[in-house]
T-cell receptor, first 114, second 110 residues
Framework: DTAVSQTPKYLVTQMGNDKSIKCEQNLGHDTMYWYKQDSKKFLKIMFSYNNKELIINETVPNRFSPKSPDKAHLNLHINSLELGDSAVYFC?????????????FGEGSWLTVV | DQQVKQNSPSLSVQEGRISILNCDYTNSMFDYFLWYKKYPAEGPTFLISISSIKDKNEDGRFTVFLNKSAKHLSLHIVPSQPGDSAVYFCAADRDDKIIFGKGTRLHILP
């Protein structure tokens, strides 16, 4: 059983399209995250939700909108995709929001915008 | 603004020898440090962590050392095994946010 699962794993789409990446965790964790790994290999946090409440929103274009229908799910919707959105997006979860908690990552979603 | 730096993009080590991966950070407010390991086409997996109040944490073949005055931490793997070949990310935790370095690719040579 995959602890943090995200779909799709690979996504190729044209500029201007709207796409979603879904994420689910079966660990019973309270906190979920979206990270982006760009071409320079940096893993940067985009959003963090704790019990469906947004707690971290980094400087991310408002074309990116996370949605958390319940604490086990955190989906990422991207409007009007741009070439620069091409990256690997990782969903993750942790038991609590406080320091020292291990974050568990999904396998990543490879987004290519053409 | 790179708060967590891994200055070696890659490292090659003979199987059986010690692998030492280094990490520097700039923010003295970080209170927890973590190492993650990543294989191709997979998400990062947690390896080992250390609180800022400690200077060493050991788990099997993996030991993390923290030098707060130098704002430096290192991961030691002894002995190195072929399965250790992966990308290793150093990360620092503060205020619900974990900040990652760029990673170091470790190659274990036969």
């Amino acid at each position: 059983d995959t602890a943090v699962s995200q779909t799709p794993k690979y996504l190729v789409t044209q500029m201007g399209n709207d796409k979603s990446i879904k994420c689910e965790q079966n660990l019973g964790h309270d906190t979920m995250y979206w990270y982006k790994q760009d071409s320079k290999k940096f893993l940067k946090i985009m959003f963090s939700y704790n019990n469906k409440e947004l707690i971290i929103n980094e400087t991310v274009p408002n074309r990116f909108s996370p949605k958390s229908p319940d604490k086990a799910h955190l989906n990422l919707h991207i409007n009007s995709l741009e070439l620069g959105d091409s990256a690997v997006y990782f969903c993750a979860s942790s038991q609590r929001r406080y320091s020292g908690n291990t974050i568990y990552f999904g396998e990543g979603s490879w987004l290519t915008v053409v | 603004d790179q708060q967590v730096k891994q200055n070696s993009p890659s490292l090659s080590v003979q199987e059986g020898r010690i692998s030492i991966l280094n990490c520097d950070y700039t923010n003295s407010m970080f209170d927890y440090f973590l190492w993650y390991k990543k294989y191709p086409a997979e998400g990062p997996t947690f390896l080992i962590s250390i609180s800022s109040i400690k200077d060493k944490n050991e788990d099997g073949r993996f030991t993390v050392f923290l030098n707060k005055s130098a704002k430096h931490l290192s991961l030691h793997i002894v002995p190195s095994q072929p399965g250790d070949s992966a990308v290793y990310f150093c990360a620092a935790d503060r205020d619900d946010k974990i900040i990652f370095g760029k990673g170091t690719r470790l190659h274990i040579l036969p």
